[in-house]
């Protein structure tokens, strides 16, 4: 069975990882480009976008594609819906895997919102030096801001329109709770803007501002498209894959 596993996550990587050595699977990746250097998976990989969900749908009967694991980011919003639409065209069985998101804890000053625009203008009553850790993409949300110093970090450097006053840096998770703390000293930072991302990689942040009292707005998830079965980890989505082939290839952690 030739599985497409649509990535650029952690999880996506190492559910390829899993599947790849299965007798009986063929497993490709599919990543967007947005990276300069991505971490490749094993197995084969595409990069590039599909056209849509038309251009999806035809290359899911070209390659005779039998299932579609949607593992890429929680916010990757419009290669999720052109999947969803993509796989019902074709009557290809989709599940998106999905980290599960972060929840507050005791002492977290929390401010969420629905997207960057709202983000940006959060910020205004929230702080003066800001630790914008939304990726590279929408930073034009912040342009505007002229009163206020971020420091952007990314994995690779963003296009403008950016915030007139930003120093960036270039950097790729997982981090360390040591260094977050020292990020958020050494650049005298009061807030902490992000994206509910979830996951283990990026989560020390949030507990580093926690400690130095910092408030954080947070750009909550956009919905998964409606009807598609969700995966929290690695190991369901295995198993899923393993339902759909009737081929038993063991545990998913080996």
Do not use: Y
Request: charged share 20%; aromatic share 6%; hydrophobic share 45%.
């Amino acid at each position: 069975m030739h599985v497409l596993v649509l990535g650029g996550t952690t999880e996506a990587r190492r559910l390829a990882e899993v599947l790849h050595p299965r007798p009986g699977l063929r497993v490709t990746s599919s990543l967007a480009g947005r990276v300069a250097a991505p971490r490749l998976p094993p197995g084969e990989v595409r990069i590039g976008g599909f056209g849509g969900a038309a251009g999806m749908a035809a290359w899911l009967r070209e390659h005779a594609v039998g299932a579609v694991i949607d593992a890429t980011h929680p916010f990757a919003e419009t290669i999720s819906f052109n999947a969803a639409e993509a796989t019902a065209t074709t009557h290809v069985p989709l599940l998106a895997l999905r980290r599960p998101g972060w929840v507050p804890g005791e002492g977290d000053d929390w401010r969420e919102v629905t997207s960057l625009a709202q983000a940006a203008r959060a910020v205004r009553d929230a702080g003066r030096r800001v630790f914008l850790t939304t990726g590279r993409m929408g930073l034009a949300a912040f342009a505007p801001i002229n009163d206020a110093f971020f420091l952007v970090r990314s994995v690779d450097a963003p296009e403008p329109p950016c915030p007139p006053h930003m120093e960036l840096l270039l950097d790729r998770g997982p981090f360390t709770l040591d260094g977050e703390r020292e990020v958020i000293a050494r650049h005298r930072l009061d807030v902490l803007v992000t994206k509910d991302s979830g996951g283990a990689a990026t989560a020390p942040k949030l507990t580093a501002a926690r400690e130095a009292g910092l408030p954080v707005i947070i750009v909550r998830r956009p919905p998964t498209p409606g009807g598609v079965p969700v995966a929290a980890t690695v190991e369901e989505a295995a198993t899923w894959v393993q339902t759909l082939s009737g081929a038993p290839f063991g545990s998913a952690s080996g």
